[in-house]
């Protein structure tokens, strides 16, 4: 085990999850998403099952998704309770996504037959279902028992791959899996005709906003040919992880807006019918990305409209005198060797 995995384990040793009802998921919520081109309502319900795997393990570096996970098994007839109340909110939405801050693939953290009455009680409902998983976890007998269910429903499986550079996922992501490892995942979701959403981490720990901008490009690059979905995430700070300790220490500072943006538009010059989203999560705060005070909520909103309608135009006439910032630490934090991070709020 590397250094990093060591501390991200070491930093879970002592955690205990809040007390929480194993029969009521975490969240559920009405959205925007796009289906078929559409803007549509999407339903979205995140599951709190016992967590993601690779966090018992040791877990990435900048995720908290255990925090909401109830860090023990949860009987299979809890989450169907989970399911059920959700359920009792739903309105009709054509689109669903279900999260479970870890695999939905995974067996040990849903059983295959949870799984299956899952998708059965979605797939009547609604017209397209989207879920995550971990590559190991994608395989052709799981993709098989799914499509046998969700026959001529869409089907979306996203993968966090974060970044194409496999010195970064290990050494400053600690995600445990090689770009190979996505490929080979992606080539079995294309075989069962599945559709591909990959998740970009913009501004992985330890990269400079220079240097994270050029990874987050670099990574559209490689797989423009492969997903049928972007959705960067910005890297925000969430509680007991690697990255939160590092924020604390001042040596890390979420991107700023103008780098999300400069992003996608060199990302959708690359791209052609790909799709791209980006979920500003903790957007505007100091643990999300952030410009300055009086313009994150203008860039923010053009970020989430860009999301919906794919035209760059939102993003015209965007301006703040915070630019200068912004554009003074991309060129001087090279000369810092990592002690500017923090250098603008
Ligand atoms: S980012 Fe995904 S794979 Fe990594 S610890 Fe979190 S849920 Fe698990
Ligand atoms: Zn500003």
Same mark, same amino acid.
């Given at each position: ?117 899952? @998708?059965? +009680?979605?797939?009547? =409902? /609604? !017209? %397209?279902? $989207? ?6 976890? *994608? ?61 970009? @981490?913009? +501004?992985?720990?330890? =990269? /400079? !906003? %220079?240097? $994270? ?6 990574? *559209? ?125």
């Amino acid at each position: 085990m590397n250094e990093l995995a060591k501390f991200c384990k070491d930093l879970k040793k002592d955690f205990i999850p809040k007390t929480k009802d194993p029969a009521k998921p975490v969240r559920f919520w009405s959205e925007k998403d796009v289906l078929d081109g559409r803007i549509v309502d999407a339903f979205v319900i995140i599951f709190r099952t016992k967590g993601c795997s690779w966090a018992f393990k040791s877990g990435c570096s900048m995720c908290g998704y255990f925090n909401d996970s109830m860090w023990q098994d949860v009987s299979d007839d809890d989450l169907l309770k989970q399911l059920n109340l959700a359920m009792n909110s739903y309105s009709g939405q054509k689109f669903i996504k279900i999260f479970t801050s870890g695999s939905f693939l995974d067996n040990t953290e849903i059983k295959p037959k949870v799984r299956k009455e899952i @998708l059965n +009680k979605l797939t009547n =409902l /609604t !017209e %397209k279902i $989207s879920v995550e998983s971990r590559p190991e976890y *994608v395989t052709d007998k799981t993709l098989q028992e799914i499509k046998s269910i969700v026959d001529s429903n869409k089907f979306e499986i996203g993968i966090g791959l974060e970044t194409s550079n496999d010195f970064v996922r290990e050494k400053c992501l600690n995600k445990g899996f090689k770009f190979d490892d996505y490929k080979k995942a992606a080539n079995i979701i294309k075989k069962q005709e599945i559709e591909l959403k990959t998740y970009v @981490l913009i +501004k992985p720990p330890f =990269l /400079t !906003e %220079k240097e $994270s901008i050029k990874d987050a490009i670099t990574t *559209v690059e490689k797989i423009k040919n492969i997903t049928d979905c972007i959705s960067f995430n910005p890297t925000n700070v969430q509680r007991n992880t690697f990255v939160n300790y590092l924020w604390n220490r001042r040596k890390f500072r979420p991107p700023w807006l103008f780098s999300i943006i400069e992003i996608i538009k060199e990302s959708k010059k690359i791209l052609k019918d790909v799709r791209i989203k980006c979920d500003t999560v903790g957007g505007g705060s100091i643990r999300g990305a952030h410009n300055c005070k009086l313009c994150d909520r203008k860039f923010l909103d053009a970020i989430a409209e860009f999301s919906l309608s794919q035209n760059l135009n939102v993003f015209k006439g965007l301006d703040c005198e915070c630019k200068e910032k912004w554009l003074d630490q991309l060129e001087i934090e090279d000369l810092g060797f990592g002690s500017l991070n923090n250098m603008y709020g």
